[in-house]
C-alpha cells in the first residue's frame, strides 16, 4: 500500500472521520485532531470595533500582514456592514503591504498599496519602510499570531498602534485530541502531517505556544512531509515559516491523500537523509 504505514496527522474537523478512512485506504495509520469548529459572529468584537473606528476616520493607517488575513477581515466586515464600505475606508487611508501576498488580496479588493515591504519581509523590514512615513495612528492587521516586535517597534516610533485579530473561527471545545497530535508530532511519533485548510496551522500553533512548544512542532514538521491541500493553505504555511512537500493536482480531499500517499515514503527518506547529514 502506497503509505505503507507511515503514521498520518490531520487536522480536519467536519470530514474527520472520512480523511481518517481516506488514509487507511491507502495503507497509512491516521490519527486525526480537531482543531477547529465555526466562530460565533459576536467573537469578531476586535474586527467590528475596528471597522467602526476606521469609519470614522482614526486611522492613518493600515499595515497587512498576511492575505489570509486581509481577506479574512473583508469577509467578517461584510456580514455586518455594507459590502465594498470596508474596502472604500481603505482606499482613503495609508496602506502597508508585507510582501506579495497582503498585496494581491488587496488588489482584488481594488485598494491601493502605498508600501509594499521588501524580502525577507520580517518585522524588521516593515518598521524600515514605514521609517519616513509620517502617520503615527496605526492598525496591524494579525491572523493567526500576533507580532509584539512589531508593535514595540511601532510604539518606539511614537505611533498609536492597534491590533486587529481576525477571527472566522475558534478552537473546538475539546482541544485534547490537539494537544495529543502535537506530542506526536514532537516526539516524532508522526511521519505525516496533512493541512485542509489555513486555520488548521493557525490553531495547531496556538494551542503549541500555549504548552511553549511552538518552536519544537515548528522544528519536527520541518522533518516531515508536508501535505497542503491548495494555495490558501499554502499561503499559511509559509506564513508560519513552513513548506508544502505536496500539494495535489486538484485541491480536493481524494487527490491529497492519494498523491501525498504515493509521494510521501520518497520525501520522508529524503528528508531524513538531509537532516541526518546536518
Known sequence: M????????SFESRRAN???ELIRRQGGDPFVAPSMREASIQNNREAFEFAERLFRGEFDMLICLTGVGIRALDKVLASRFDPGAFAAALRKITIVARGPKPSAALREMQVPVAVTVPEPNTWRELVAAIAPRS???IAVQEYGKSNPELLAALRERGAEVTA????QWDLPEDTQPLREAIRRIVEAQADVAIFTTSIQLTHLFRVAAEACLDQAVHAALSRMVIASIGPTTTEALEEFGLKPDITPSHPKMGFLIKETAEQAAAILERKRRVHAEK
Not at 502506497?2 to 496527522?9: E, K, N
Open 135 to 137: 502617520e503615527r495612528r
Open 18 to 20: 472520512e480523511i481518517a
Open 2 to 9: 502506497p503509505f505503507d504505514g507511515l503514521r498520518v496527522v
Open 164 to 167: 486587529v485579530r481576525v477571527y
